[in-house]
């Protein structure tokens, strides 16, 4: 994940720019780069790879000046070469950018057509010149800020300095993490509570949309919509722990929220975003074209992630799956080609029966392949090929950050498989990769009905039971629902594929059974809304998450609707998988459950 860091100070504001970016490193990065203000001019020094080759350069060529903004850059659009590398600039401001500008294409022929000369490959260039343009007929820099700013969709963080203005630093937040820190005299920037841990710990986190202007003396916060709005100061204790809850209540809503900012992260790590192409990061030791069986083992939410990933194999790599949860796999002695594919799922990398899964393919001569989020995890060391997932550290108990970065990386692999075998056009690829490109910003969109759902939430929390439907990718989704639902909240829940309804659940229909039903607008639409009619004519009560509408359009009053933006359907999955994750998190905090730490559960689970 890139790094944003900013100080408006007092002395050498390089060093501290250098020192920040120093503790936003764990993120990883492939270049980094610094920008000042000397005697009100702009100035610049980048370099590829680590930070000590910048650092190489400083010493030669020092920047001065007290304000400035610093970046680490892991590369999505574009080489990590030292041209792509941030700062850009233009002859009117510098800019550092993390994360996704989804319609960058669009806006850089916009602004080609308009006479502007594109120098890097990256999409954070259109941000320069869009505020640059601006400011030919808006001179003030907050005014030609504020104006760009809804022109921009995607999930990402900005900060901003300008030529001649040597008070004035300018951060951004829609979907990436943004605080702003207070000094004597000095304000900063950062991505996150460690990089300004050594110069302060008060800080200010910015909300979902929010926009701030910092003199060395004051902070101005702008909502979405441009109106001035207040914020909150709190006291951080990043210094002392590697992981704190920024302002979150618990780590489980930090670790919903993060989701797009590191699902951008991991569709960066294995997508080309120029070629519009799937780009594993990894050698195969195999040729997905002579693979007959894909095994896929994994437990509790893992699983779950591979059983949306079994729609997409079949369908884009027509490749047949078998699943199961480990426990079962590997005492189920199923038999094994010889030289074809098993594929384990794991956050902790240490789940004993994943693990032992694992043990008994390699024993049948499978290749083995594993989606962990800790590359230094045994499942990890025992595969012979890892694809990870780069969620960053996961500490709420229930998984959540994690189970859609697995959807993420299991998409490219099927993707990525389709094409080896021949079964998905380069064409299908491309409109594929485009729909992933946008799914950082839908999950962003789709934090927004937080309210709702807590307001449902409340009304949910009385309830003995709760029935999760869906079809598609959206049934795997149901079951873990259910599973979020029940191990938060103790609420006793089921998740069913819609078609089964009739085949027994539809018994326990009455009026005090919440029905909660995902309606992606896929092909099996017209089939679920059918199945919530067989809900409604038994006085059930229908909770939708869908797009807006969708229950008046089918003639039904639903108790409840989450509503979603349109969207294409092939990997809704993991945008639809926020409101689940947000629902079962509300009705667990309404009912005073331990949110992080719910009972009898453990993290990693390190025994059969
Ligand atoms: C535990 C956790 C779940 C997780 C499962 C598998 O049950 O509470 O959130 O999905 O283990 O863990 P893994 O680390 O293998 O993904």
């Known amino acids: 994940m890139c790094g944003i860091v900013g100080v408006l100070g007092q002395g050498a504001a390089a060093p501290m720019l250098v020192d920040a970016l120093r503790r936003l490193e764990y993120r990883g990065y492939d270049s980094a780069g610094i920008a000042t203000l000397e005697n009100g001019n702009l100035a610049r020094i980048r370099a590829e790879g680590k930070l000590r080759n910048l650092a190489a350069k400083l010493l030669e060529e020092p920047l001065r000046g007290t304000i400035g903004i610093g970046h680490t850059r892991w590369a999505t659009h574009g080489r990590p070469t030292e041209n792509n590398a941030h700062p850009h600039a233009t002859d009117k401001l510098a800019v550092v950018h993390n994360g996704i500008i989804e319609n960058f294409r669009e806006l850089r022929e916009e602004l080609i057509a308009d006479g502007c000369v594109f120098v890097s ?23 030609a800020v504020g104006a760009v700013l809804p022109r921009l969709h995607g999930a990402f963080a900005l900060g901003f300095i300008f030529e001649g203005q040597d008070n004035l630093l300018i951060g951004a937040r829609r979907g990436a993490p943004l605080a702003i820190g207070y000094g004597e005299g000095e304000m900063y920037l950062g991505s996150d509570a460690l990089a300004l841990a050594p110069f302060t710990d008060t800080l200010t986190y910015l909300e979902e949309g929010d926009w701030v202007v910092l003199t060395r003396n004051s902070a101005e916060f702008y909502n979405e919509a441009n109106q001035q709005v207040t914020r ?14 920024g ?15 590191v699902i951008g992260h991991t569709l960066a790590h294995y997508l080309d975003m120029v070629a519009l192409k799937v780009s594993l990061p990894f050698e195969l030791p195999f040729d997905f074209k002579n693979i007959n069986r894909l095994s896929i083992s994994a437990c509790g ?36 080609g010889k030289g074809d594919l098993s594929l384990f799922i794991s956050q902790s ?10 043990r008994y393919a390699k024993s049948c001569g499978q290749h083995i392949m594993s989606v962990v989020n800790v590359p230094t995890s045994t499942i990890a060391r025992e595969s012979s090929v890892v694809a990870a997932t780069l969620a960053g550290p996961e500490i709420g108990v229930a998984s959540t950050k994690a ?30 990769v485009e729909e992933l490109i946008l799914i950082p910003g839908l999950v962003a969109e789709a934090t927004k009905s937080e309210s709702v759902i807590s307001e449902i939430a409340h009304v949910l929390a009385k309830s003995r039971d709760v029935l999760y ?41 009455d009026e005090d059974m919440p029905v909660i039903v995902l309606t992606p607008k896929d092909s099996t639409f017209e089939k679920t809304v059918s199945n919530m009619q067989e809900v409604a004519a038994r006085g059930g009560r229908i909770i939708v998450i869908g797009e807006a509408g969708t229950a008046f359009d089918a003639g039904l009053k639903a108790e409840a609707s989450i509503d979603m933006a349109s969207m294409a359907s092939d990997f809704s999955a993991i945008v639809y998988a926020v409101p689940v994750q947000l629902l079962a998190y509300h009705v667990a905090f309404a009912m005073g459950k331990d949110v992080d730490q719910p009972r009898n559960l453990a993290k990693s689970v390190t025994v059969e």
Not at 232 to 245: C, N, R, S, Y
């Open 403 to 432: 189970f859609t970065c697995q959807l993420a990386v299991l998409a490219c692999i099927a993707i990525a498989a389709g094409r080896a075998r021949e079964t998905l056009s380069e064409t299908e690829e491309r409109r594929l």
């Open 121 to 143: 490959e990256t999409d954070t260039e259109v941000v320069a010149h869009l505020v640059t343009r601006q400011m030919r007929t808006m001179t003030d820099p907050v005014e």
């Open 349 to 358: 990398g240490e789940t004993a029966d994943t693990l032992a899964s694992l």
């Open 232 to 245: 909150k100061k709190q006291k951080t204790q990043a210094g002392a722990f590697l992981v704190d809850k």
């Open 301 to 336: 939410t893992a699983y779950l992630a591979g059983l949306t990933a079994k729609y997409w194999f079949e369908r884009y790599a027509r490749l047949p799956v078998e699943i199961d949860v480990a426990s079962e796999f590997r005492y189920r002695e199923a038999p094994l």
């Open 469 to 509: 439907l869906g079809r598609g990718t959206s049934y795997p989704l149901a079951l873990e629902g259910a599973l979020k639902l029940k191990e938060l909240s103790y609420i006793h829940a089921e998740g069913y594929a819609a078609g089964e309804l009739k085949h027994g659940p539809i018994a326990l229909i």
């Open 247 to 261: 302002n979150h209540r618990h780590f489980m809503a930090k670790e919903i929220h993060e989701q797009p900012e």
